[in-house]
């Protein structure tokens, strides 16, 4: 199994700017497929970007497509969320996820993901 472990997160203005690492330990990180996903006060948890394990296909929601860059280290183990032009909407908790794979498709999804990380707090003030 992959222990998973979110940092970056914190306290912003909108149209300002963070970056989300994701630090994987266990198994092998390049055989995961993995995800971000958020979670806002009262709201179920939704599906925010995806990279396949090779880093070459990646895949946004519509919410954060053109703002959000996903991008993965495989010699480091690190998963990463740049996340620019930061909206108050944007305001949840972020959490990465990892799914074992033997193909290079990412996937979107909350129920395919066997693996999460704590969340890490972000918060776009207006």
């Known amino acids: 199994q992959v222990q998973l472990v979110e940092s970056g997160g914190g306290l912003v203005q909108a149209g300002g700017s963070l970056r989300l690492s994701c630090a994987a330990s266990?198994?092998?990180?390049?055989?995961?497929?993995m995800g971000w996903f958020r979670q806002a006060p009262g709201k179920e948890r939704e599906f925010v970007a995806a990279?396949?394990?090779?880093?070459?296909?990646?895949h946004y929601a519509h919410s954060v497509k053109g703002r959000f860059t996903i991008s993965r280290d495989n010699g480091k183990n690190i998963l990463y969320l740049q996340m620019n032009s930061l909206k108050p909407e944007d305001t949840a908790v972020y959490y990465c996820?990892?799914?074992?794979?033997?193909?290079?498709?990412?996937?979107?999804?909350?129920?395919?993901?066997?693996?999460w990380g704590q969340g890490t707090q972000v918060t776009v003030s207006s």
């Open positions: 996820a990892a799914k074992y794979v033997s193909d290079t498709y990412y996937y979107t999804h909350e129920y395919e993901y066997v693996y």
């Open positions: 266990g198994r092998t990180f390049s055989t995961y497929a």
């Open positions: 990279i396949s394990w090779t880093g070459g296909s990646t």
